[in-house]
DNA sequence: CTCTAAACGAGACGGTACGTCCAGTCTTCGG
DNA sequence: CCGAAGACTGGACGTACCGTCTCGTTTAGAG
């Protein structure tokens, strides 16, 4: 009555079919995009039951954010490759690549969906921006030991304005960022800013009105 | 909540149709969030039949692109401060105030939804970015003329960062930014970066060129 | 994105629908059976979509019982042969074909499932048994016209002696019943109970048991 | 309600075993009815694996059968009430407490599922029926021996008819038969048709009407 | 004004996917 | 080696939307 023969004797069982689902997920993710993507799909293409799909992940964006993660770089593997500027580039080539592949159409999915469940918004946050934090904190941290940038410029919300471009490239093309692009993002934001030197409050003008402090600053 | 009494006889057409249409797609999108929002609850939320809706706008996307733009800013009507800092503050603000609300669950729904199709990416870019953009390019002109920053400072991808954190924030915290966080960004980047003035490529030295070597980094 | 073209092109609707839908019902009671019944099923083999099925009928139960009673004999279409003995023959083998076809095997099927639904219980009741019930009421009152039997002996549960053994046997063989075992329930059962005459209580002997005074129709 | 403490160590094996499982059976028939006793349920409630349920019963019909036919009446166990007409009725009781219990939900529910299989079909015709027969040949033999009844009488379908209105009811029923059903039934049908004498077929008059001769009417 | 064609509401229609449940098989591990 | 536990595939369940379609009714504008 039943099939009484998987496609591999062995039934597929713990990591195994995990890993199996997983790859599913991705290619189901790379072929069709993150809208197209169904568990029916999923679990067709990896040979197994939605109930080992439901068993494991409660949702879709619990199973994408899973496949998803398998793969995302971990910080601290950026070369160093001598100056920061190098290293800035080589950071958001890296970035950038993850950002190219599944992980993007995943992201841009994930947004919509996953966002107002808290929980999953804060894994995706933890996940997403914390490796590319760490990434950014480790470029900058060496670019601090070679001398070529001040100790203070490496804090506050910089660590996040290379990644929050190559997201809002991303988030808006889903086509490869071209190579002129990321240089002008290194040469024009990033490396300007890193030299700009830590930030200092306008002086407390009673009127609290920040008035033009310096009108040629240059 | 739904729309008055549109069964008495004047059966409503044209535009007090889509207009009525277009109320409820916002009111759907507020209180139910993009993923939920379907069209048979806009249908049934304003009075109208689904064949209304097809008529005129073909998928979801387009619908809820029409219905946030509706009450999308203008360029230029930044209010002006008298100083660069109070304007981009100011426009910040009003780019956020936009975020905070139906649009900003709008943008995060269609990244996942409208960006396959390339004709509809590309509205998207040029409603959402264009009119940041427009924004940013009028408050530093002002800046300019005021002798504040440099001319050379204002082209290129700088006119990107603002947006670019606000989006960042927004969609992954889908909660109302702080008051804190934006003057960070204003102090913390985008004021440094205006005064940071153009941008010099490096000298050419042969060494400091992060030739191929290494393509490894993905 | 759709189908876009039925096979009939004008989609059908209300009563076309329906018989559709019946008719495969029938075809697959007949040829899987009732517990292989399936709504998936039904529904491919007519052509139509789940939703078309439970929009009408709200379970496996109440569709087969529409489907069933589509075919069900009316009673009083016993033929008249002539004497009671022929009469009842033919509306024996009347019932007999119904209970051959589909409907036996719905009737199986749905006295495990419908029972407990006291409604659906009822309507059950009402077409099966009183369909066999009128068709008896009729055979014997033509014999009491004929002078075949006195008047008293149609009442009772004797209306259903008939019809009791029938369901007996097809709810325990789903053969086809042999016509010398038809004919031994006649002429054995059926024609010495008619001939019998009303009944009379037992003599009161004191030690007896309360006499049921009349027990009534049941 | 559940088994005590199987888990201790004397693993419970084979007979044990078998009843501990036939006796969740019984328990969820009676708690759940027939439709809605499922395999897993069956097997958590006897704190048993349902491979050990799968490696004796090769289906849920076979599963109940044998839970319910554990406590069917044998045959030969009427009592001996001193006249035809009470033994017909505690035999009639008897049949029926039968049914009202487990038995009878299991008896609708296995007609739909266990008579698409020959094996099955025969098994449970032999039990449930034979059972019956047994039981009314005992005693029409004891009213033959009081000479209540003639000699002829006790062959053919007659044996079945009690048993047969029995099972009508109850199938259609699900509650409990009245007392005066009951009565109504051995009244009004069972002994009447006792008392009939053996069917003498008709002369074969050409008019084929038969006569109304009442011979051993009586 | 009447007449007609379009637009409208209502919602049925064929589909697809959902998330759940159970059947029956298979694997693992403890006793 | 058997039994408990339960993971596994498969497939039906009943629901919700999709985007299309038919159905009458209402409206606007042409004649």
Redesign the interface.
Known sequence: MTTADHRTSPRRRGDVLVRAILAATLAELRER???ALTMDAVARRAGASKASLYRRWDSRAALVMDAVYELA?SPGQ??D???L??DL??AL??SA??LEGPAGAAL??M???A??EPGR?RE??AR??GTNRALMAEVLRRAVERGEIPPGAVT???L??G???L??HY????EPLGED?LI??V???L???C???P?R??PPSPDS?????R????
């Open positions: 995009g993150y809208a770089p950026v070369p490759t001598g100056d500027r190098g580039l080589a080539r890296q690549a993850v841009r999915g947004l919509a969906e966002l107002p918004a995706l946050r997403s921006r506050g919300p910089r996040e304005v990644a929050a471009m997201r809002n988030l808006f093309h889903n692009v002008g993002m040469d024009d934001v490396l300007p800013l030299r700009a030197g930030h409050p306008p009105q920040p008035r033009p402090a009108p040629g600053v240059g």
